[in-house]
């Protein structure tokens, strides 16, 4: 019974990988960071994902306080944070939160700030989305491995 | 906003890799498992980047250090000198700019430095080569570029290796005399400095308290310190290897042709190597038409060897990566010139030739170890070769760019303005740069001069070493890599598209990002032997905007030395103390609260389900992004119709109930 349900919850992850590569919001990079899984290392995927969001809240607040200034945009200090926030994407394989960095880049040399405010906008959709979804996915695995945990002790 | 309170826990290491450190840092190396424990130390201000890269290099089997910030890192690296053998390093850092950094480590440490950077521009990419990378990785980073860097380290200690028998020479101009019975071959090496080294020979053996002759047959001594290979002994060598072909020339077969008593494999290994590289290199100078063309580039053709009989240490020296700076002195001193003016490796147009051919007559078989050093345009402290000005015009207008690597080349000194293409302005441009450098440096490098001999002086046979195991060591793996690595040194303009490509980089790197002062967090971790477990993450931040610590899921061992790290890390081993009991505990609730953001109940993924999530697609980005749902298909959308889609996705959000993550949002 409990195997079941962790045999359903691994088909819901995988759904749920599998749509988000479908989408675009996750890339092979991602994978790599499944492979760098291991024994000695049994959170990292989710250790490093933590890490991006801690880093990457941070990038979108002083992005967003840059670009509400209203007197003079730091368009330098926001490729800058641009950036890092490319690196730290690609990195786990973020491709849309990348892709939209790299627009927003491209807005901030033009001293866009319309463009820039638009593309804020979208970064922190798409953020938000890759967050929320990354968390349904350490749920489901949490609980895939809660599932799993509780079923060999009974066949014993 | 993000002030720079960061707390960085000391670099710490285990008791073993300190050890190791101070005893035989040369011996660290090359151990059995060469290149595993290869002791790396990773600077990047991302600190995603920062721990992905520590895991994946501890895949690698490397002793990793991790740092996020560039001057932690450079006092890291001053305070335990000896104690790395490659320093990776992001380009844009907030405290100090990657590329000064690389400078600083090469002059002082001379450790072969690795850029890495999300901008894989050509330009950028340019730049790090012209200011001395050893290479440059365009993030996102691969596991399998990270298992070769330890050609990098191979290549640079060989090639200080063979500087110090040059420079231990030196000295000894008086003792050479060893006569020059290899007149037949025309190549760059200086008949003069030949002898010299020679003589160098002659006098390590006869320091090696053994036997005074210059042959070394007889080893009857246990300690049977260094091999010297006499004209005689080489030219035995030479009709060994031309009896069996150079592309079936294994140390074995040579041993047992050659039948010299005394002579072990591995002399006989090292000496290949040499002189497969001494090979390469005539292979490229013969096409300037100076020598027999009793081969040309492909090794792995049946090469006669009589017209090049000669095996010349120095004109091997000559195709390595000598830091200029220390050539320069020796040249310098070696010639009786004046210290500050600039050595001109005037086989540097012969060794540009041989690199342009390098590439392409790379054996593939073998370690990595061959692959490279041609491929570095070196500046040499031979005299000047007879057909050198020549060629610079040549290889420009065949480079497309420069290999990388301590490109204080210094080409032939005259002669550069008759390059109209960009290649002219940049050796213009490295030679400048070379020459400033030398000017400034030349004072510290040269009473320098003796620390990396020391430290060299410990390993002779780490040349020996890599050279076995590394054609042991995933020999499926390195050849590939050599290929790569070397299309790119070849011609970073047009293969960099290659390299770009094959490294899984979709990237669209559009503009410029110019180098600025970004806070963050400061994180120095480390950790030593990757057997040990050392549990998840190894960041420790210290986040002074929300003033919460947060995620210290780290158990660093604060470092002794670590007191030493001057002002704020000295902190922050204090901290990091007080946080290292609670590492545990933190740990759990680092993950968790994130979930617990999840768990709060208000996170509904059904509402960011299928159906009713639309995804605008950004209409800024050049990479079209086509996103399909369930129900709605989303297609680009024009402009205008851009800034409802951004207020649906606002108000999509603002459902949620207030966090962390929202509090982004609101203003």
Redesign the interface.
Known sequence: MLGLGADRLRADMNRLLA?LF???VL???FL??Q??Q???????V???V??????S??L???L??LL?DRECSDY??M??????F???S????A??V???C????????QNNRA?CL??L??L???Y??L???M??L??LE?QRLLAAGVRYPMQN | MAALQRVASSVSATASNYGSCKGAAADAVVSDQFPAGLRVLVVDDDITCLRILEQMLRRCLYLVTTCSQAKVALNLLRERKGCFDVVLSDVHMPDMDGFKLLEHVGLEMDLPVIMMSADGRTSAVMRGIRHGACDYLIKPIREEELKNIWQHVVRKKWNENKELEHSGSLEDSDRNKRGNDDAEYTSSVNEGTEGVLKGHKKRSNSKDEDDGEPENDDPSTSKKPRVVWSVELHQQFVSAVNQLGIDKAVPKRILELMNVPGLTRENVASHLQKFRLYLKRLSGVSQQGGISNAFCGPLDSNVKLNALGRFDIQALAASGQIPPQTLAALHAELLGRPAGSLVTTVDQPALLQASIQGPKCIPVEHGVAFGQPLVKCQSNISKPFPQNMVSVEEVASKFGAWPSNSLGIVGPNTNLGGMGSQNGNMLMDILHQQQQQQQHHQQPQQSSLSEPGLSINVQPSCLVVPSQSSASFQAGNSPASVNQSCNFNRNAVIDYSLLSSQSNNSSLNIGHVPDGNLKTTVVVSGYSVPGTISPSASSSSVNADSGINRQFQNSTITFGAARHLPGLASNICDVQGSYGAKSGEVLDQGPLRYLGFVGKGTFLPSQFSVDEFTAPISNLSQGKTYVENNGSKVKQEPNMEFTDDARVGVSVLRQFPPNDLMSVFTE
Request: a neutral charge; one cysteine or more.
């Open positions: 749509l479908h989408q675009g890339d092979e990079q790599q960071l492979q760098l291991d024994e000695s290392s049994p959170n990292f989710s250790e490093v933590n890490i991006y969001f801690h880093e809240e941070k979108l607040r002083n967003r306080g509400m330098k200090k490729g800058i944070h641009l950036n890092q490319i690196g730290s690609s990195s786990i394989g491709k849309r990348r892709n939209v790299v627009a927003f880049r491209a807005a901030s040399e463009g638009r593309a906008e979208l922190e959709h798409e938000c989305y967050k929320n979804k968390h349904e350490f749920q949490q």
